[in-house]
């Protein structure tokens, strides 16, 4: 195992922040697994499992059992990790700007597609090679002003040459759940499978360029732009662990082990990918998620619990205005699976208060959470 560390721009004179980043088995031998934890630093399931997946992979190292590389960053977002107020650790938003944490990567598709065009061949395997470093080429032109841009620049440039990356995070209260693309889905099934996700939203245009899409995206267009010349050079998902407070040592281990089972599967762990459950995870499009939101503000009386099948016209929540009297109902429009829900009990009128994966098409344009 190597141990990096790569510092930040420092925001005000006395103080430096760093990402660490561990690397198990041989660079360029095998394919690459970037795994990160945390960016929305009050996240934490993730860390705990990137913590054993660490202890993990550390043996299986020392046992020559890796035939690929693995880079472990457990602890992603060290500017957030520091943001507490008043007891109370915000992680989501950099405090200086206000930034959501996973939004605003660079897109390097434009100057990767100017420095390829000329350059492609009917060699697959070179063309990879010449994006990858044409990727590289790109972040390291990048001039961050801020602490957040260098540490956005950090995690790209570590992961975008990579084969596989998971953006570990987790959702308030939550079910176990998976975002990804319909780019990487095929390819990242099998972890869902390994994990038993039983909600895993699709989609290639979620807007606000957020980090797990950041390089998968990069590879669908210059596929769309090249043809077959482009391989599927990457593959990206969002692992949402449960909720905040999901922090066990129960979970984790199950969860690190579900990951190695995967780095079995694609071939970076030596071992039987024939014990993978035979099940199929199922998927669903992101835009069939219906977002359930109040319209007035009281105390929120949430009636159904992530991992619960709703059907349509059931009351998802209330709200009641203990002034007023006046109690509002919320109900989903149509059948689905909660994945998850607020963490909150007083309801501000339009808050989003949970999740349900369904199967119609029911929202369109920008469909991430703020
Ligand atoms: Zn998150």
Same mark, same amino acid.
């Given at each position: ?45 993730? =860390? ?11 043996t299986l190292e020392q046992e020559g059992k890796l035939n690929?590389?693995? /880079? ?6 060290? *500017? ?5 107020? =008043? ?28 420095? /390829? ?12 090679? !010449? *994006? ?6 790109? !972040? ?55 994990? @038993?996700?039983?909600?895993?939203? !699709? ?11 950041? $390089? ?21 998902? $969002? ?28 071939? /970076?762990v030596a071992g039987?990918?024939?014990? =993978? ?13 219906? $977002? ?31 002034? $007023?009297?006046? *109690?509002?109902? /919320? ?19 339009? =808050?989003? *208060? @949970? ?16």
């Open positions: 195992m190597q141990h990096k560390q790569h510092p930040l721009i420092s925001p005000v004179p006395g103080t430096s922040r760093h990402v660490d980043s561990f690397h198990f088995g041989c660079r360029g031998n095998g394919k690459k697994v970037y795994i990160q934890a945390s960016l929305h630093a009050d996240e934490l399931p993730g =860390m705990l499992v990137a913590w054993q997946l660490k202890q993990m992979l550390k690929g590389e693995v /880079v472990l960053v457990p602890v992603a977002n060290p *500017i957030g990790q520091n943001q507490h107020l =008043m007891d109370v650790h915000l992680g989501r938003y950099e405090l200086e700007t206000g930034q959501n944490f996973n939004r605003g990567y660079k897109d390097t598709f434009p100057e990767v597609k100017q420095q /390829v065009a000329e350059r492609l061949t009917k060699d697959v395997d070179a063309n990879k090679q !010449l *994006i990858r470093e044409s990727m590289l080429n790109a !972040l390291a032109k990048w001039q961050p002003q801020t602490e957040l841009q260098s540490q956005q620049k950090v995690l790209q440039t570590l992961s975008c040459d990579s084969d596989v990356m998971l953006d570990l995070h987790c959702d308030f209260e939550a079910a176990l759940h998976l975002y990804s693309t319909y780019y990487s889905w095929s390819g990242i099934e099998p972890l869902a499978r390994c994990l @038993g996700s039983k909600a895993n939203m !699709l989609a290639d245009d979620t807007g606000g360029n957020p980090f797990d899409c950041s $390089t998968d995206m990069v590879w669908q267009r210059l596929n769309a732009e090249f043809g077959d010349m482009i391989p599927q050079g990457c593959l990206g998902a $969002t692992v949402e662990l449960r909720g905040q407070a999901d922090v066990t040592d129960e979970y984790a281990e199950h969860d690190a082990k579900a990951i190695v089972a995967y780095l079995v599967w694609l071939g /970076v039987d990918a024939d014990d =993978m459950p035979e099940t199929l995870a199922p998927s669903s499009d992101l835009a069939a998620v219906e $977002t359930l939101k109040t319209t007035q503000g009281g105390v929120l009386v949430l009636k159904v619990q992530p991992g619960d099948w709703v059907e349509a016209g059931q009351i998802f929540a209330q709200v009641i205005d203990p002034i $007023t009297d006046s *109690i509002e109902e /919320v109900r989903v429009t149509q059948a689905g699976y909660v994945y998850s829900r607020t963490i909150r009990r007083m309801a501000t009128a339009g =808050m989003l *208060i @949970g999740n349900v994966a369904g199967s119609e098409i029911i929202r369109s344009g920008y469909l991430l959470a703020p």
